[in-house]
């Protein structure tokens, strides 16, 4: 099976070979790290039991900064080893522990697992949410390696995708030690895909768990003085967008101003390198823009401004009015909800809601978060969010108090990640 992988990896490969070739020799982020995507990541020199923890990215890394925390606490004999997939991911692990090792996380082929399984040794693995690579898990599964999964997920898509080739992915689900899946409806689908059901649990979703980390009150004056924002001026922040969400929202801006002349736009592209391309989009609808990345004073009020940098958007969350988030209005399912309804901010979103359902019906249910699907009652949304600053402000309790009932998933999924560890040896003090 894993030879049958290999094979068809290396075919791949070889067809892509030409844009490869382009990318690795005209993009040095597409270089960047080969040789730990090879299987070069870090050796680890000690003995003590060691868990690999791999986040794809960066709200991955968010995520489960609170579980390592806890963790931590728990088995302090521990070793930790971070992975993660993009580069801002890696940055932003670096950042969170930068007294553990963190490397990118090699391509799912033979010879680059075993190279870096040999250098870190782990004793257990965490995969969060569902980064399910079938070379992987089939090689820690023959070193008797336990992996779990924690905060899973199976949005409708992928077990679709799964479900096509439900006889080899069978073969990969049942070599998975542990499962902790955010609901019921998750642990269902990934029971029908082979993980055996005394190895699934719903331990809930560890976003309703993620902490703030830092003052919302002072923040927002922080950012409002740095983007040049008087209190008079209201805020739209338009978080974490993809294409075609930016002309959306650039046309449905231009219609607000015409009723709310004082109301500002921030855009968050969900990925930083779209930033030239939004630019264009924003100067070629006649506005003026500003990037969070030049800003060395205070910009005139009057700038679109666009969040060029990774790791901010919760704090400009903070500074908001009101909130849209993106991947809405396009066939992306929806981003992360959860971090503007924690900061009492009034949320609109379009109706690609996939990855996020069951957050995002609790939000909607408890008049959160208002769901539109098309761009003229997303104007009419936002406006009625800005006309009705009262209104707005109930809105946002209401998220708070959603995000404060969901709580409870860090303490079992801490739980279910240390079933799977060895028995613990304490760390020994040498004597003096």
């Avoid at 004999?77 to 950042?95: C, I, M, N, V």
């Avoid at 997303?378 to 959603?402: N, R």
Wanted: hydrophobic share 40%; net charge positive; glycine share 8%.
């Amino acid at each position: 099976m894993g030879l049958l992988l290999d094979v068809g990896y290396a075919t791949a490969g070889l067809i892509l070979s030409p844009w490869i070739a382009y990318k690795a020799s005209t993009d040095p982020v597409f270089r960047e790290g080969i040789g730990e995507r090879l299987g070069g990541v870090p050796p680890r020199e000690g003995t003590r039991p060691c868990l690999w923890l791999h986040c794809a990215s960066v709200g991955e890394v968010a995520l489960v900064r609170p579980l390592v925390e806890e963790l931590k606490k728990r088995r302090p004999d521990l070793e930790f080893h971070f992975s993660a997939t993009t580069p801002a991911g890696l940055d932003q692990a670096r950042k969170a522990w930068p007294g553990d090792r963190v490397h990118y996380f090699p391509l799912d082929v033979s010879f680059a697992l075993r190279r870096a399984f040999g250098r870190v040794r782990p004793d257990a693995v965490v995969l969060v949410e569902l980064e399910v690579w079938p070379n992987f898990i089939r090689l820690a599964a023959r070193r008797a390696i336990p992996v779990a999964i924690v905060n899973g997920r199976v949005s409708h898509r992928s077990h679709r995708r799964y479900r096509r080739f439900l006889g080899y992915f069978r073969s990969i689900f049942r070599r998975i030690a542990r499962a902790g899946m955010q609901t019921k409806e998750y642990a269902d689908r990934i029971r029908e895909l082979g993980l055996p059901g005394d190895r699934t649990f719903v331990t809930g979703n560890l976003k309703y768990d993620a902490r703030i980390g830092f003052d919302p009150e002072e923040t927002a004056e922080e950012v409002r003085a740095a983007f040049g924002l008087p209190a008079e001026h209201p805020l739209l922040v338009a978080g974490s967008t993809h294409e075609p969400e930016e002309k959306i929202l650039v046309e449905t801006y231009r219609r607000i101003l015409q009723t709310y002349p004082k109301l500002r736009l921030l855009v968050a592209p969900r990925h930083v390198e779209r930033t030239p391309e939004v630019r264009k989009i924003v100067e070629a609808a006649g506005f003026a823009v500003t990037l969070r990345s030049e800003l060395k004073e205070p910009p005139p009020s009057d700038r679109v401004l666009i969040l060029d940098t990774v790791g901010e958007l919760a704090q400009v969350y903070s500074a908001a009015d009101a909130v849209f988030i993106g991947g809405t209005f396009c066939a992306r399912g929806g981003q992360n909800m959860l971090e503007p309804a924690a900061l009492g901010k009034p949320i609109v979103s379009g109706p690609s809601l996939e990855n996020f359902r069951e957050i995002a019906d609790r939000l909607i249910e408890a008049g959160a978060m208002k769901v539109v699907d098309n761009p003229i009652d997303l104007g009419m949304a936002i406006g009625s969010l800005i006309k009705e600053p009262a209104q707005a402000a109930k809105a946002g309790h209401k998220g708070k108090d959603v995000v404060e009932s969901g709580r409870g998933a860090l303490k079992a999924t801490a739980d279910l990640v240390c079933d799977i560890l060895p028995d613990r040896k304490d760390v020994q003090t040498p004597s003096l």
